[in-house]
């Protein structure tokens, strides 16, 4: 092949021209797959110090960040089966020790590190994690006071979130037992490591969730102490909502008194110590006795301080109520009065019935009988007299009187009056019948009315 530049002094730039270069030229990939093997092979177990910036987890679930410093960035990626066993979440400014190995990316000439684990580093970075999500969860309104529920006074049954194994539960069932013995259930649960926050939430979702005669009246989130890493899990974000999403009063009691989790903020209330949980928890049962033995006492006393303040007012007051005597006195004498007044009334009234009774069997007496019967004689015969010298028939027929025989036949006309020998003579108003007997006597009978004397 001819040579595309005449002249000889110019030199040629084909690779097999050159003199003495005999290595073979390589791919892209070849040497990318070379400078993998050689990384990896170096670099296969690191431990990085560094902080995470950039954090993302797509929906695959892995974990993609990187890790820097003063001076450099190393990107990192973690697969979704390490990124479900970290005991936080990253977030970015978290300062963290990652452990794996270093590798390259062909595909955009980088070089990485595959997390296998990782954890943050000292507790300065805990504790800047916590502020970060103490603050954010904060200004959710998680620990504001209002939604702080009052614990009962004396719970029929008592949830326990908690590990089964521990002293802890021991403690709590102890103290329970010498102030009042109580209804426990305990939901066993990691207090520590990796699936320990899910597991405490999910204990917490549990007992508020559950409904019927076993639903706890109080639950009780508790573990022992330790360092900030180990009660780490009572800091993660679903164990906080779920305690203040709790429709059950709660009682935190994580670590010893100087130990402080997000979980303690959460709670409606904060113990120091698990044991001191459970006494608050419930009321002692001695005092509680004794406290209504003495109640009772008082009662009574009150009781009978009562009845004896109320005879010496009963007493007083008869004291200044006037006398049976003094009361009825006056009826007493008015009754008196009447009684004399009645006693001579009576007596007047015999009195005047027997005058009127002497005046009246006077004017019975035969002598006075037989004169007034003679003048009302007199008075009839002129009566009759007047009658007949007016028209004697007439009288008859308009019925102003009647007269009759003896027999009682009715006589109609005078003729018939002057035939008879014993005469009838009834008043059409029925108030006079007069019997006559002239064929015996010559007197005439005057009756008497309800009026007086008629003649």
Same mark, same amino acid.
């Given at each position: 092949?001819?040579?595309?530049?005449?002249?000889?002094?110019?030199?040629?730039?084909?690779?097999?021209?050159?003199?003495?270069?005999?290595?073979?030229?390589?791919?892209?990939?070849?040497?990318?797959?070379?400078?993998?093997?050689?990384?990896?092979?170096?670099? +296969?177990?690191?431990?990085?110090?560094?902080?995470?910036?950039?954090?993302?987890?797509?929906?695959?679930?892995?974990?993609?960040?990187?890790?820097?410093?003063?001076?450099?960035?190393?990107? @990192?990626?973690?697969?979704?089966?390490?990124?479900?066993?970290?005991?936080?979440? $990253?977030?970015?400014?978290?300062?963290?020790?990652?452990?794996?190995?270093?590798?390259?990316?062909?595909?955009? +000439?980088?070089?990485?590190?595959?997390?296998?684990?990782?954890?943050?580093?000292?507790? @300065?970075?805990?504790?800047?994690?916590?502020?970060?999500?103490?603050?954010?969860?904060?200004?959710?309104?998680?620990?504001?006071?209002?939604?702080?529920?009052?614990?009962?006074?004396? $719970?029929?049954?008592?949830?326990?979130?908690?590990?089964?194994?521990?002293?802890?539960?021991?403690?709590?069932?102890?103290?329970?037992?010498?102030? *009042?013995?109580?209804?426990?259930?305990?939901?066993?649960?990691?207090?520590?490591?990796?699936?320990?926050?899910?597991?405490?939430?999910?204990?917490?979702?549990?007992?508020?969730?559950?409904?019927?005669?076993?639903?706890?009246?109080?639950?009780?989130?508790? =573990?022992?102490?330790?360092?900030?890493?180990?009660?780490?899990?009572?800091?993660?974000?679903?164990?906080?909502?779920?305690?203040?999403? *709790? +429709?059950?009063?709660?009682?935190?009691?994580?670590?010893?008194? &100087?130990?402080?989790?997000?979980?303690?903020?959460?709670?409606?209330?904060?113990?120091? &110590?698990?044991?001191?949980?459970?006494?608050?928890?419930?009321?002692?049962?001695?005092?509680?006795?004794?406290?209504?033995?003495?109640?009772?006492?008082?009662?009574?006393?009150?009781? =009978?301080?009562?009845?004896?303040?109320?005879?010496?007012?009963?007493?007083?007051?008869?004291?200044?109520? $006037?006398? %049976?005597?003094?009361?009825? @006195? $006056?009826?007493?004498?008015?009754?008196?009065?009447?009684?004399?007044?009645?006693?001579?009334?009576?007596?007047?009234?015999?009195?005047?019935?027997?005058?009127? %009774?002497?005046?009246?069997?006077?004017?019975?007496?035969?002598?006075?009988?037989?004169?007034?019967?003679?003048?009302?004689?007199?008075?009839?015969?002129?009566?009759?007299?007047?009658?007949?010298?007016?028209?004697?028939?007439?009288? %008859?027929?308009?019925?102003?009187?009647?007269?009759? &025989?003896?027999?009682?036949?009715?006589?109609?006309?005078?003729?018939?009056?002057?035939?008879?020998?014993?005469?009838?003579?009834?008043?059409?108003?029925?108030?006079?019948?007069?019997?006559?007997?002239?064929?015996?006597?010559?007197?005439?009978?005057?009756?008497?009315?309800?009026?007086?004397?008629?003649?």
């Amino acid at each position: 092949m001819a040579s595309p530049f005449p002249d000889s002094d110019t030199p040629s730039l084909l690779a097999s021209d050159r003199p003495g270069d005999n290595a073979a030229a390589l791919s892209v990939s070849e040497i990318s797959s070379l400078l993998k093997r050689h990384v990896e092979s170096g670099f +296969s177990h690191v431990r990085i110090r560094g902080e995470i910036s950039g954090y993302k987890r797509p929906a695959s679930g892995h974990l993609y960040f990187a890790l820097k410093d003063e001076n450099a960035v190393i990107d @990192g990626v973690m697969w979704k089966g390490g990124a479900a066993r970290l005991a936080f979440v $990253p977030q970015d400014g978290v300062e963290v020790i990652a452990t794996g190995k270093l590798t390259t990316y062909p595909g955009r +000439s980088k070089y990485q590190i595959v997390v296998e684990s990782m954890e943050i580093a000292g507790e @300065g970075a805990l504790l800047a994690l916590l502020e970060k999500l103490k603050a954010r969860l904060g200004a959710e309104g998680l620990f504001d006071p209002s939604r702080k529920q009052l614990l009962p006074f004396m $719970p029929r049954t008592i949830g326990v979130v908690t590990s089964s194994t521990g002293a802890v539960i021991r403690d709590i069932l102890h103290r329970l037992e010498d102030r *009042c013995p109580t209804r426990v259930i305990v939901w066993p649960v990691l207090v520590q490591g990796n699936g320990a926050a899910a597991q405490i939430a999910a204990a917490v979702n549990g007992f508020s969730a559950m409904e019927g005669k076993d639903r706890p009246d109080l639950v009780i989130i508790a =573990r022992g102490g330790g360092s900030i890493e180990d009660l780490w899990a009572f800091n993660e974000e679903p164990v906080v909502r779920a305690v203040a999403d *709790c +429709s059950i009063p709660t009682i935190s009691a994580v670590g010893h008194e &100087t130990d402080t989790t997000l979980c303690d903020f959460a709670a409606d209330v904060r113990a120091p &110590t698990p044991t001191a949980a459970a006494e608050m928890a419930v009321p002692v049962r001695s005092e509680l006795m004794a406290g209504l033995q003495s109640l009772g006492s008082r009662s009574l006393r009150a009781v =009978r301080r009562y009845a004896e303040r109320a005879d010496e007012r009963l007493t007083a007051t008869a004291r200044r109520m $006037p006398t %049976l005597d003094t009361l009825l @006195g $006056p009826q007493r004498q008015r009754t008196d009065d009447l009684g004399d007044r009645l006693r001579r009334g009576l007596s007047l009234r015999i009195a005047r019935a027997e005058g009127d %009774l002497a005046r009246n069997s006077g004017a019975l007496r035969p002598a006075m009988l037989t004169q007034r019967l003679t003048n009302a004689s007199q008075k009839l015969d002129q009566l009759w007299r007047v009658a007949q010298s007016l028209n004697p028939d007439l009288v %008859l027929k308009r019925g102003y009187a009647r007269v009759g &025989t003896a027999a009682g036949e009715v006589i109609s006309s005078s003729a018939q009056a002057r035939k008879a020998g014993a005469l009838v003579l009834t008043f059409a108003d029925g108030r006079v019948d007069v019997r006559v007997e002239r064929a015996t006597a010559s007197a005439y009978v005057k009756p008497r009315t309800e009026q007086g004397d008629l003649f």
